[in-house]
């Protein structure tokens, strides 16, 4: 295991490119490095033509995502909290789970086509290392109410930040890991609060350019010929998808450690979007890339959140 060191100062150094070690067997670790929730605002809808599509693809994982239901482990039961945020006319539920009542949490944000109880062997993971779990849901996934929206997403994460303050939670005791889509929220949040702690981002999403040759070949959605030529031909139209969800410029403005977490064989998430995200971000702490694992939270993505430094 490569050890990291801590900067301590704010003045985080900027480096230009990853410094790779290949010495470990099951992963690279790069270090030291410079670096409506349908993607779509309102003005936004009304322009691209891709918007029908995008609906699509975020109304199938909505779906699946009220389906798709775990059991809930033995070892959380007893610990869990289901806290429902209010946010206008709608709610938000969400998990806080904090046996050990620790004064120090993370804020997780699932992926697309999940919901609150997908994560489950994560949320132990992060219980291990002394913090409490607050994981909500996002508008119309799970048992919320409402619709995802870019604008219901920023409530969340604004109500969230308010439910654990009024906990008397610091927010410099305060962690964000946000999966895959949930690195929107995830890079929000931080974003709009500062003196977080850190934050982890595992598979994220980032530019849809980035992912064009995934979408192509129809591992989210199928496309018609119609889309999937807006899709190669007219990258203005994908780029509109890219600017409502602003992380890459969002990231470039944070001052806190930023872990990322990605593996080589995801179909879903290119490994060009974690790495261009990196390559923007002030202070990457630690970058794993994994050789296998896919698009999910596997038991070496665990091992892997288990093993940063500083957190």
Not at 22 to 37: A, L, Q, V
Not at 195 to 204: A, D
Request: proline letters at 4%; a positive charge; aromatic letters at 12%.
């Amino acid at each position: 295991m490569i050890i990291i060191p801590h900067f301590a100062n704010t003045n985080y150094p900027n480096y230009n490119q990853f410094k790779i070690n290949n010495n470990n067997n099951y992963h690279r670790r790069y270090y030291d490095c410079k670096t409506n929730f349908t993607g779509l605002e309102n003005n936004l809808e009304k322009l691209s033509p891709l918007n029908f599509y995008m609906r699509k693809v975020f109304d199938r994982f909505m779906y699946i995502s009220k389906k798709r239901k775990f059991g809930i482990d033995n070892d959380l039961k007893d610990s869990i909290k289901v806290i429902k945020l209010k946010m206008k006319k709608n709610s938000s539920v969400a998990w806080d789970i904090n046996p050990n009542n620790s004064k120090k949490y993370i804020i997780f944000y699932h992926g697309l086509g999940q919901n609150i109880t997908s994560n489950q062997e994560l949320y132990k993971a992060i219980i291990q290392k002394g913090y409490g779990v607050f994981a909500p849901e996002y508008g119309g996934f799970g048992e919320s109410t409402g619709n995802v929206t870019a604008e219901s997403i920023k409530r969340n994460t604004k109500s969230a930040i308010k439910y654990l303050e009024n906990k008397g939670i610091k927010k410099d005791d305060i962690g964000v890991v946000g999966f895959s889509l949930g690195s929107f929220p995830a890079i929000t949040l931080a974003h709009k609060n500062e003196n977080l702690k850190f934050l982890v981002l595992i598979s994220p999403f980032n530019s849809m350019k980035n992912e064009k040759d995934i979408l192509l070949k129809g591992n989210t959605v199928k496309l018609p010929t119609f889309a999937k030529y807006i899709i190669e031909k007219c990258p203005f139209f994908v780029n509109m998808v890219d600017w409502s969800f602003r992380n890459l410029k969002k990231i470039k403005s944070l001052n806190l450690p930023v872990y990322f977490i990605h593996s080589e064989n995801d179909k879903i998430i290119s490994t060009k979007s974690t790495l261009e995200l990196a390559n923007h971000t002030k202070y990457v702490k630690e970058f794993i890339m994994l050789k296998t694992g896919g698009h999910s939270i596997d038991p070496d993505k665990i091992k892997a959140f288990d093993s940063l430094n500083g957190i």
